[in-house]
């Protein structure tokens, strides 16, 4: 299902915690790009991914977490960076750990991940970059020539 | 809750530019400035490494600029969009961002003449080989292509050929080997015509035409539909650790937009040719007004073309807005009307369509297109003048032709101004 605007801006005001699965530590990943982008935008940003949680290493200041389910903090969001095949379990576990929505990446798409969590009542986004569509609606994106699809006669905020 | 789709006229208005967020101004501000300032050095690194959205030095990029490059993205049905110092300068850096030494480029015969000298001339010196094609039949088309072909190039209508393209068919010739197929649609303007709906993968303009409308600024853009598979295995450079910039991965980093930021930090970086923010908003003024002034535009040339059509003074017309031309069928099936601009011949040849040129009270003789006024020129001499007697003709410019951008003056003055014109070029 296709999220519009207003959807999508009220996701990106209500989910300010996001759990974000596959980050990478390597700066030029796109991984790296969004969460370092949403980071300095005011969200706080939770890594998932077992290859660093096994050494105690840290991704932009933040303990890295080995699955979603080792998180002890509440997590509005679930953004996924990995394979479209992998990612049903993650959807069950964004259920069991009670986030509001599951965000799956540019490329990543599981429609049966996507059902699975909207028939919990969570929000669904999938083949999108968090980095981007709240670049296309709060600003910056425009900025690249990019068209945003935003017609409005209000300021920006 | 789906999205209003918003028409034509609203986005030519309203597209790219919500008020200011730091004044509230209604109308876009011209931010006059070479630079931006970093919040910190970290900004700065994010800004450098393209983790973050903003703006660094208007070679780049610029916020008066880039409502300019969004509105014609959105005309366009765009995904996003890259503005250039001039037309030549987008078609530039459209076909230098995609290829390289080695590669083949399968172009229309009938082309701009500057487009024409651009492949045979100035890209064959960096190794990069075009194969010149009859326009009007899309398997010359295929037939052309080789191995080492990477980009299709043609116009949506030819200038001053006003030649259609069957947009859709060569599209399917591109995607069946992989390659974009890229269409310069600034004669229909985006109002008229919007290939990326008819499966093109990219579209460059020279704004300085229609798009700005009033003769008085250069400027281009380019526009990619977002839809091309950069990662076919046939363009690494979309796909591999970019050298010219600090080992970006464009496609993967930045999906369907990708083609632009390449284009915006490879090239428009490097040589340079960015337009000006004085400029950008002198062409937004224009495209505020294009649906109204194309409308107009188009229904002054039908009645030049029908009076010409007429005239026993006149040898041919070429207007596919005529319904008897053989390519009406097309254009009406991919275009809303066919712009101002229309070719003639005089039965008194080249001699008689010179006195012509030179006997217009108003018509004004000089190279341009897509201006307020009506405009006059002999292609053969001016123009196309750089190409041969037969890219000429491959190009559709014979030497008696006379091509006129119909403007905006009243119908019946411009019929004045012809008639009285023609009967000059007839007299002696």
């Given at each position: 299902m296709h999220n519009d605007n207003s959807t999508l801006r009220d996701l990106l005001r209500q989910c300010k915690t996001i759990a974000v699965v596959g980050l990478s530590a390597e700066w030029h990943r796109p991984s790296f790009f969004a969460a370092k982008y949403m980071q300095s935008h005011g969200y706080k940003i939770i890594p998932v991914n077992p290859r660093y949680a096994a050494t105690g290493q840290q991704i932009l200041g933040e303990k890295v977490y080995a699955s979603l389910l080792d998180i002890t903090q509440p997590v509005d969001m679930v953004d996924v960076f990995r394979r479209t095949e992998d990612v049903l379990p993650l959807a069950d576990e964004a259920i069991r750990i009670g986030v509001k929505c599951l965000w799956q990446q540019l490329g990543v798409q599981n429609f049966e991940a996507d059902q699975l969590v909207r028939l919990a009542g969570l929000a669904s986004v999938y083949n999108r970059c968090v980095k981007i569509e709240h670049a296309r609606l709060f600003g910056g994106l425009n900025w690249v020539g990019v068209n945003t699809g935003v017609i409005s006669a209000r300021r920006p905020h | 809750m789906s999205e209003r789709q918003f028409k034509p006229e609203t986005l030519a208005i309203h597209a790219g530019q919500i008020p200011d967020a730091a004044t509230g101004a209604r109308a876009l501000p011209i931010y006059q400035t070479t630079s931006f300032v970093f919040d910190s050095a970290e900004h700065a690194a994010s800004l450098f490494n393209l983790q973050t959205f903003g703006n660094v030095y208007s070679r780049l990029s610029n916020p008066t600029v880039a409502a300019f490059?969004?509105?014609?993205?959105?005309?366009?049905?765009?995904?996003?969009?890259?503005?250039?110092?001039?037309?030549?300068?987008?078609?530039?850096?459209?076909?230098?961002?995609?290829?390289?030494?080695?590669?083949?480029?399968?172009?229309?015969?009938?082309?701009?003449?500057?487009?024409?000298?651009?492949?045979?001339?100035?890209?064959?010196k960096f190794g990069i080989q075009t194969t010149f094609v009859d326009a009007a039949r899309p398997e010359?088309?295929?037939?052309?292509?080789?191995?080492?072909?990477?980009?299709?190039?043609?116009?949506?209508?030819?200038?001053?050929?006003?030649?259609?393209?069957?947009?859709?068919?060569?599209?399917?010739?591109?995607?069946?080997h992989g390659v974009p197929l890229v269409i310069d649609n600034t004669v229909p303007s985006p109002f008229l015509c919007n290939p990326l709906s008819l499966g093109a993968d990219l579209v460059v303009h020279s704004a300085t035409k229609y798009l700005a409308g009033h003769g008085t600024t250069l400027g281009g853009v380019l526009v990619e539909s977002g839809r091309f598979p950069w990662d076919n295995g046939k363009f690494p450079g979309m796909t591999q650790p970019s050298p010219g910039y600090h080992g970006v991965k464009f496609y993967e980093t930045f999906g369907d937009f990708a083609f632009t930021m390449r284009c915006r930090m490879e090239s428009l970086r490097v040589f340079g040719a960015t337009l000006s923010p004085m400029?950008?908003?002198?062409?937004?003024?224009?495209?505020?007004?294009?649906?109204?002034?194309?409308?107009?535009?188009?229904?002054?040339?039908?009645?030049?073309?029908?009076?010409?059509?007429?005239?026993?003074?006149?040898?041919?017309?070429?207007?596919?807005?005529?319904?008897?031309?053989?390519?009406?069928?097309?254009?009406?099936?991919?275009?809303?009307?066919?712009?101002?601009?229309?070719?003639?011949?005089?039965?008194?040849?080249?001699?008689?369509?010179?006195?012509?040129?030179?006997?217009?009270?108003?018509?004004?003789?000089?190279?341009?297109?897509?201006?307020?006024?009506?405009?006059?020129?002999?292609?053969a001499s001016t123009t196309h003048r750089q190409l041969d007697a037969q890219q000429q003709v491959a190009a559709g410019v014979g030497p008696d032709m006379i091509r006129i951008s119909v403007g905006l003056e009243h119908l019946d003055d411009i019929l004045w101004d012809i008639d009285q014109a023609l009967t000059i070029a007839n007299r002696s």
């Amino acid at each position: 299902m296709h999220n519009d605007n207003s959807t999508l801006r009220d996701l990106l005001r209500q989910c300010k915690t996001i759990a974000v699965v596959g980050l990478s530590a390597e700066w030029h990943r796109p991984s790296f790009f969004a969460a370092k982008y949403m980071q300095s935008h005011g969200y706080k940003i939770i890594p998932v991914n077992p290859r660093y949680a096994a050494t105690g290493q840290q991704i932009l200041g933040e303990k890295v977490y080995a699955s979603l389910l080792d998180i002890t903090q509440p997590v509005d969001m679930v953004d996924v960076f990995r394979r479209t095949e992998d990612v049903l379990p993650l959807a069950d576990e964004a259920i069991r750990i009670g986030v509001k929505c599951l965000w799956q990446q540019l490329g990543v798409q599981n429609f049966e991940a996507d059902q699975l969590v909207r028939l919990a009542g969570l929000a669904s986004v999938y083949n999108r970059c968090v980095k981007i569509e709240h670049a296309r609606l709060f600003g910056g994106l425009n900025w690249v020539g990019v068209n945003t699809g935003v017609i409005s006669a209000r300021r920006p905020h | 809750m789906s999205e209003r789709q918003f028409k034509p006229e609203t986005l030519a208005i309203h597209a790219g530019q919500i008020p200011d967020a730091a004044t509230g101004a209604r109308a876009l501000p011209i931010y006059q400035t070479t630079s931006f300032v970093f919040d910190s050095a970290e900004h700065a690194a994010s800004l450098f490494n393209l983790q973050t959205f903003g703006n660094v030095y208007s070679r780049l990029s610029n916020p008066t600029v880039a409502a300019f490059e969004e509105r014609v993205a959105a005309l366009e049905g765009g995904r996003a969009a890259v503005a250039s110092a001039s037309g030549m300068a987008a078609e530039t850096m459209a076909l230098m961002t995609m290829l390289q030494t080695g590669d083949h480029v399968v172009a229309a015969g009938t082309l701009y003449g500057g487009s024409v000298t651009m492949l045979a001339v100035s890209l064959a010196k960096f190794g990069i080989q075009t194969t010149f094609v009859d326009a009007a039949r899309p398997e010359a088309f295929a037939a052309a292509m080789q191995p080492n072909t990477r980009a299709v190039f043609a116009e949506s209508l030819g200038n001053p050929s006003l030649q259609v393209l069957d947009i859709a068919a060569v599209a399917e010739v591109a995607h069946a080997h992989g390659v974009p197929l890229v269409i310069d649609n600034t004669v229909p303007s985006p109002f008229l015509c919007n290939p990326l709906s008819l499966g093109a993968d990219l579209v460059v303009h020279s704004a300085t035409k229609y798009l700005a409308g009033h003769g008085t600024t250069l400027g281009g853009v380019l526009v990619e539909s977002g839809r091309f598979p950069w990662d076919n295995g046939k363009f690494p450079g979309m796909t591999q650790p970019s050298p010219g910039y600090h080992g970006v991965k464009f496609y993967e980093t930045f999906g369907d937009f990708a083609f632009t930021m390449r284009c915006r930090m490879e090239s428009l970086r490097v040589f340079g040719a960015t337009l000006s923010p004085m400029s950008a908003w002198q062409i937004l003024q224009g495209v505020e007004t294009l649906p109204l002034r194309m409308e107009r535009h188009c229904s002054n040339a039908l009645g030049v073309a029908r009076f010409l059509q007429a005239d026993p003074r006149v040898a041919w017309v070429n207007y596919p807005g005529l319904p008897d031309h053989p390519q009406h069928a097309l254009l009406m099936r991919q275009m809303r009307g066919a712009s101002g601009l229309l070719a003639f011949g005089l039965k008194g040849g080249l001699e008689a369509g010179i006195r012509f040129i030179e006997s217009a009270q108003f018509m004004s003789h000089l190279v341009n297109i897509g201006d307020t006024r009506t405009l006059i020129s002999h292609p053969a001499s001016t123009t196309h003048r750089q190409l041969d007697a037969q890219q000429q003709v491959a190009a559709g410019v014979g030497p008696d032709m006379i091509r006129i951008s119909v403007g905006l003056e009243h119908l019946d003055d411009i019929l004045w101004d012809i008639d009285q014109a023609l009967t000059i070029a007839n007299r002696s």
